[in-house]
């Protein structure tokens, strides 16, 4: 070991005990702290982020939190994060077509995108969102299919094999959808296999897939991973993304759009 592999270690080492003592800590107070750059400090924190000793955040790190299993209901979820998500709704309707088919997933963030495609005429949009039917209806110029299936009353969505059952049947332009928690390394992830599942079969039965979702999902990441990045085309999300985060996306050839 040289004596900069050394030195690399014993900061890594502090950085860990600072994190796990104080919660949270940003770039710049690390370079201070070391007297580094942040070019360095970042190098420390994704090679303890990859040993799963600590978690990336925007800006910065934070103490390694449990693996989320349980998500807060949708009608509170669609109340925060606001500007963003009506951002990102409205960048998203930009890239469908009009006569175009489209599945559009349930989440709050869908929910936004659907509420900007009244400019848009004689879409066919697939959903298991009861909420954004009751949206696409009040607009009242798109031909709406709505899966079967158990209801979820927390997301007012339905889940379940006859779902996955007709959507075997279908084909569509475009696939939009949001996720529990998104990853670099991991991918996208879901609460449940279930739910894992059937965002499997959304995606399979597109021709292209767009998933949408504010910056504050990034690195954060549920119980079951859907898939990697690697299976995307298009990523939605806002200006808040860490620079780091975006280009290494970029590099994976995802089309990154930030509003």
Do not use: C
């Not at 502090?14 to 107070?29: M, Q, S, Y």
């Not at 209806?137 to 094999?161: C, F, N, S, W, Y």
């Not at 200006?239 to 780091?244: H, K, W, Y």
């Amino acid at each position: 070991m040289t004596h900069t592999d050394f030195l690399s270690l014993e900061r890594q080492n502090h950085i860990v005990k600072l994190v796990a003592d104080r919660g949270r800590l940003t770039v710049p107070e690390l370079s201070q702290l070391f007297d580094v750059s942040d070019a360095t400090i970042r190098r420390d924190l994704a090679a303890l982020a990859a040993q799963n000793l600590v978690q990336r955040v925007h800006g910065g790190v934070m103490r390694l939190q449990s693996v989320a299993t349980h998500e807060i209901p949708i009608v509170l979820r669609q109340k925060t994060h606001v500007e963003e998500k009506e951002r990102i709704g409205l960048a998203t309707a930009a890239l469908v077509h009009d006569g175009e088919t489209v599945l559009l997933s349930g989440g709050s963030t869908g929910l936004y995108v659907a509420r900007q495609l009244y400019q848009h005429h004689d879409l066919t949009i697939v959903t298991d969102s009861l909420l954004v039917v009751s949206e696409l209806l009040q607009q009242g110029q798109h031909k709406v299919i709505m899966l079967g299936g158990t209801i979820d009353p927390e997301e007012q969505a339905v889940r379940g094999t006859l779902s996955r059952t007709v959507l075997a049947q279908l084909q569509v332009d475009k696939v939009i959808i949001g996720t529990k928690g998104i990853s670099v390394n991991r991918g996208l992830s879901a609460e449940t296999p279930e739910e894992a599942e059937l965002f499997r079969t959304y995606m399979s039965i597109g021709d292209h897939v767009i998933v949408v979702t504010d910056s504050s999902k990034f690195e954060q990441s549920a119980l079951v991973q859907v898939v990697s990045l690697d299976a995307i085309h298009t990523l939605v999300t806002d200006t808040a993304l860490d620079s780091e985060t975006a280009e290494q996306i970029r590099e994976r050839g995802i089309y990154l759009i930030l509003v």
